[in-house]
């Protein structure tokens, strides 16, 4: 479709003409995620203000069959919201509000913009929380996580997203409004919650959500401990793991990285480490005194440089900020990041730590190494300045090895951050061409005209440079 400006028009007597964008300055703001790499433009950003608004805006997308591509705040890192076949970028921020917290019940009804913090301090009054959280819940929604089913540091204890959400109130991609699961604890008949939660906004779209809360754990006890090497802290966590111990969290990071956040925030972090390994236990407090005694006991067997464990809630607080604000000090060293997202085996940390270092250094790119260690999941952040053409290359080069190594260890492409635009050329690496077919077809029987966020999570075309007609810089610099 060449001309939008009926399209626009239609739009606009849905949602109003203040909540229609297509000015080039404001398209600009929502051609990519915080993946940063993968860049195309949207022909109309729509904001709509209800669930029967976003019914009628795919309806009308329908029936010019333009594509349309929901989206949340754009924390995402797997270009999950970026218009690779243009159309429509179909903005839910709007969508702000808590509708219910049912303290009984334990359950949180909410819009899907309602960011991922805001449920926890929505809850707090009642002594709950919700549960996930991902280093960027201030800003990342509800909608987002339930299209990347988002886990975060805690995960390890308390699960995905998954794990936490009782139903969806659903757009399909023809306009028709639905419930999936419900908002109590047990719903009949099929599961298709549990595949609507991951399917990053190719199956249709989740306006409102049933959410679990989570009672606050009697007591929280921080420990922050240094290494020679990452080596050594990988090292202690596969053996805490395997003396029975399930932190709520268990978290490390380069010196590379920590060095960074005590430039930018003077926190008192130990320099002359190779490594930093946070453990958090929660729990009843005589649980917690005999967990904290194992794991002090393997850190040290471990040879750990230091050790302390945080005293008050402030300083809790300050280890947490060494991680949460781990990937934005690292734009002290270059302009750009691209963040991986794979799994491997907890008893395989060292070997993929040691293989990963390898790989950088063959490509001659600079990795930084963030991990939620105790649940294998790997966040390489593979630094370069995306200006220049031989630095995009290696970092490619570099990220579709590490993918690779993840699965030949045991592991997967992705624990948190999803597929994507990012790493579909990857799919084949963990799925054979009938599983990919199966997701195909599944794919199809909710959205059989391709229309709701088409070019994401399944490799279809399978060619580099056709996921969409918006040509991506990843397809221009390297081939398959």
């Known amino acids: ?10 739009l606009a007597k849905v949602v109003g003409d ?49 594509p349309f591509t929901p989206r949340g705040a754009g924390t995402g890192l797997s270009g999950g919201v970026t218009t690779v076949y243009g159309g429509i970028c179909l903005a839910l921020t709007r969508l ?53 089913n988002a886990g975060g540091a805690h995960c390890l204890k308390y699960g995905m997203t998954t794990s ?34 991951g399917s990053e906004g190719t199956l249709g779209i989740a306006t409102e959500a049933y959410l679990r809360l989570t009672p606050k754990a009697q007591g929280v006890q921080t420990m922050l401990a240094y290494f020679e090497s990452l080596e050594a802290g990988g090292q202690a966590v596969s053996d805490i793991i395997a003396a029975g111990v399930i932190p709520a969290a268990m978290e490390m990071i380069d010196r590379l ?6 430039e930018s925030f003077h926190l008192g972090l130990n320099l002359n480490a190779g490594a930093l390994l946070i453990v958090e236990l929660d729990g009843a407090l005589p649980v ?34 060494a991680r949460k604000s781990a990937f934005a000090a690292l734009g002290r060293l270059a302009p750009h990041a691209y963040v991986l997202d794979g799994v491997i085996p907890r008893s395989r940390l060292k070997e993929a730590i040691l293989a990963i270092d390898k790989i950088g250094k063959e490509h001659n790119v600079l990795i930084s190494n963030i991990y939620h260690a105790g649940d294998g999941n790997l966040h390489p952040a593979l630094l370069y300045d995306r200006n220049k053409e031989d630095e995009v290359r290696n970092i490619l080069l570099a990220a579709k090895e590490i993918l690779e190594l993840c699965v030949k260890l045991g592991g997967t492409l992705s624990g948190e951050h999803g597929i994507g635009i990012e790493k579909l050329m990857e799919m084949p690496f ?32 399978k060619t580099c440079g056709e996921s969409g ?12």
Not at 96 to 114: M, N, R, W, Y
Not at 167 to 196: A, H
Not at 257 to 262: A, D, K, L, P, Q
């Open 96 to 148: 702000t509000k808590v509708l219910s917290v049912d303290a009984d019940e334990q359950i949180a009804h909410v819009e899907v913009g309602v960011t991922n913090l805001a449920v926890s301090r929505a809850s707090q009054e009642y002594g709950l929380y919700f549960a996930p959280d991902p280093s960027s819940q201030v800003a990342s929604t509800i909608g987002g996580n339930l299209a990347e």
């Open 430 to 461: 963990a799925f054979s061409e009938k599983d990919i077919e199966a997701m195909a077809r599944l794919k199809r029987c909710f959205n059989p005209q391709e229309l709701c966020n088409p070019g994401k999570l399944i490799p279809t075309p």
């Open 164 to 197: 936490h959400v009782l139903g969806v109130k659903f757009v399909l991609p023809n306009g028709d409004i639905t419930t999936i699961g419900s908002g109590y604890r047990d719903s009949l008949g099929l599961d298709l919650l549990g595949v609507v939660v």
């Open 257 to 262: 990285s920590y060095g960074c956040v005590e």
């Open 288 to 321: 917690i005194s005999a967990q904290r005694s194992i794991v002090e006991a393997i850190i040290q067997a471990n040879n750990a440089i230091e050790t302390k464990w945080a005293s008050n809630d402030q300083e809790r607080a300050m280890i947490w900020k």
């Open 18 to 66: 203040y909540y229609v964008l297509s000015a080039n300055v404001d398209l600009a703001l929502y051609e990519n995620d915080a993946e940063t790499l993968d860049m195309a433009r949207p022909d109309l950003v729509v904001l709509p203000g209800t669930t029967e608004e976003v019914a009628e805006v795919v309806k009308i997308a329908t029936r010019y069959q333009v």
């Open 469 to 480: 007609r918006r040509p991506l810089l990843r397809y221009k610099i390297i081939s398959c």
């Open 1 to 10: 479709m060449s001309d939008f400006k009926q399209l626009a028009a239609d």
